[in-house]
Antibody
């Protein structure tokens, strides 16, 4: 059974950092391209980052609104993907999901950016 | 960015009724490989999104054939025949042809 479990969310002040983890199981993680998608309190979905596999040099892509602030990475030995979020803004408040190509999703982790 | 416009924003339906949801994109979703990367997802209350249909018309495993997807280029439709209570929730279309990938605003399907 495919499982994706996100952790690391919480309440953080504007300008601070947070790192999310997505632990996976049930599929060959090393060849999977992994994504982070967030859902605002208004329920709008926004794709934010992708990381490819080793054969594609772990290439990454980001939506413009997080470029330079967020970094996606992975550890194939732990079947995990990460999202390092720096310089957080109130508009980054959302539930963050990891996903394998939209076919599989985690349960999400809530990030609230507020002073 | 490709703008995905879903209509209607909400639908009230009786059990057993059939409904259709429209999704229009601001650009053609045909990729250079000839395939069209338009997908439909359902988010039931309190749950994560779940993909139902990929590449316009292909049902994901376990999705009943009451669901069907049609369309091409910039105009797509999800049809649900004989709606059941477990079909209620918010439906999203999504495109993965052009970066950044984008979603429609959602269509909330609720009981009449």
């Amino acid at each position: 059974e495919v499982q994706l479990v996100e952790t690391g969310g919480g309440l953080v002040q504007p300008g601070k950092s947070l790192k999310l983890t997505c632990a996976t199981s049930g599929f060959t993680f090393s060849t999977a391209w992994m994504h982070w998608v967030r859902q605002s309190p208004e329920k709008r979905l926004e794709w934010i980052a992708r990381i490819k596999d080793k054969s594609n040099n772990y290439a990454t892509d980001y939506v413009e609104s997080v470029k330079g602030r967020f970094t996606i990475s992975r550890d194939d030995s732990k079947s995990s993907v990460y999202l390092q979020m720096n310089s957080l803004k109130e508009e980054d408040t959302a539930t963050y999901y990891c996903s394998r190509s939209f076919a599989y999703w985690g349960q999400g982790t809530l990030v609230t950016v507020s002073s | 960015d490709v703008v995905m416009t879903q209509t209607p924003p909400s639908l009230s339906v009786a059990i057993g009724q059939s409904v259709s949801i429209s999704c229009k994109s601001s650009q053609s979703l045909v990729y250079s490989d000839g395939k069209t990367y338009l997908h439909w997802l359902l988010q039931s209350s309190g749950r994560s999104p779940k993909r139902l249909i990929y590449q316009v018309s292909n049902l994901d495993s376990g999705v009943p054939d009451r669901f069907s997807g049609t369309g091409s280029q910039k105009d797509f439709t999800l049809k649900i025949s004989r709606v059941e209570a477990k079909d209620l929730g918010v439906y999203y279309c999504a495109q993965t042809t052009h970066f950044p990938w984008t979603f429609g605003g959602g269509t909330k399907l609720e009981l009449k």
